[in-house]
């Protein structure tokens, strides 16, 4: 596991408005607060040693049979149980999420002959989507595909649905409450796949490995949808816009609500950009230096509320023009 994934604020005093994150701003959650707070028979026992009545739930919500679902703690959990389950050679396009190489390393390959492909789509740190096509090719190509679409409800863009992906026999899609509705805390996610797949799976589930509270908190979110994240992409359209205009600074095109940027001239850090943020105006942001396949000068930032980002682009403009003299 690597250091230093978003949302460190704990490793900062006083951060007033976290741009590490990738979770959209602005999430309210008194109503399952609330709900939660008035069930204490949810910490007081055991949770189902495998949720079967989420898991039941989101095979309805979607049109799938309650065997394609596997709930897991988290997304983070899901990769790590499909790499244990599937050691086969992989491939990992990048820069990406760094737990799935994290995960393969965890569990050697032992089925040579076997190839599975790993894409995050959305695309973490870039903001990238896959095509359709190019989705299709790669799942007629890989003896396996696995798609992790924690940020499907980050873009307007086309994302595959589970009804679609479980018909193929090879495609194993992850999802995550933690996204979609800004719940990092709970820790809840699920994996979606033709049943030939989530039985093998299924058999390297832990006991107990979903709190009770998840569970409770997952139903009461699917029969609650209007509490879904939704990100203000025409927002984060002109963050970039503002961003791009910094001289020295290039902000790559991103279809989501996050965005990586980058220092165009060899010297500048973005360890040094998040340290002068984080203790001259008390915002984070995400030093992306430890992507594979990116360099000491990128950096990641999700936008906020209009005011938020314009406090950001000057603080950024006030960073260069006293390194530049």
């Not at 390959?109 to 492909?117: G, P, Q, S, W």
Request: proline share 5%; hydrophobic share 35%; charged share 20%.
């Amino acid at each position: 596991m690597i250091k230093g994934h978003g949302d460190d604020a704990y490793q900062y005093p006083f951060i007033k408005t976290d741009f590490s994150s990738n979770i959209c701003s602005g999430m309210n959650h008194q109503l399952l607060m609330a709900y939660l707070a008035t069930h204490p028979e949810f910490i007081s026992h055991y949770p189902e040693p495998e949720a079967w009545t989420l898991e039941w739930m989101i095979a309805e919500k979607y049109g799938l049979l309650p065997e394609e679902v596997i709930v897991t703690n988290g997304a983070t959990d899901a990769i790590y149980l499909i790499a244990q389950a599937f050691p086969v050679h992989t491939d990992i396009p990048r820069p990406t999420f760094s737990e799935y190489e994290d995960a393969c390393r965890m569990f050697p390959r032992t089925a040579e002959k076997f190839r599975m492909l790993w894409l995050c789509n959305p695309n973490n740190p870039t903001g990238d989507v896959y095509d359709q096509s190019i989705i299709d090719k790669m799942a007629a190509t890989y003896n396996f595909v696995v798609i992790d679409q924690s940020y499907e409800c980050y873009t307007n863009h086309f994302i595959m649905p589970p009804h679609q992906a479980v018909r193929l026999e090879n495609v194993i899609q992850i999802h995550s409450f933690t996204k979609t509705y800004g719940i990092p805390g709970l820790r809840l996610g699920y994996i979606t796949a033709h049943s030939s797949l989530t039985n093998h799976i299924r058999q390297f589930l832990r006991p107990w490995s979903v709190s009770s509270l998840a569970i409770q908190a997952g139903k009461f979110l699917i029969c609650n949808d209007e509490q879904r994240c939704q990100p203000d992409l025409n927002e984060a359209l002109r963050l970039r816009e503002k961003l791009q205009e910094i001289d020295g600074i290039m902000t790559q095109e991103t279809k989501t609500n996050f965005m990586l940027c980058q220092f165009t001239e060899a010297g500048n850090k973005a360890a040094d950009l998040k340290d002068y943020l984080a203790q001259q105006h008390h915002l984070l942001i995400r030093d992306a230096s430890n992507f594979r396949g990116l360099t000491e000068r990128h950096f990641r930032v999700a936008a906020q509320r209009p005011e938020e980002n314009n406090e950001l682009v000057e603080a950024i403009y006030q960073y260069m023009r006293e390194k530049n003299g």
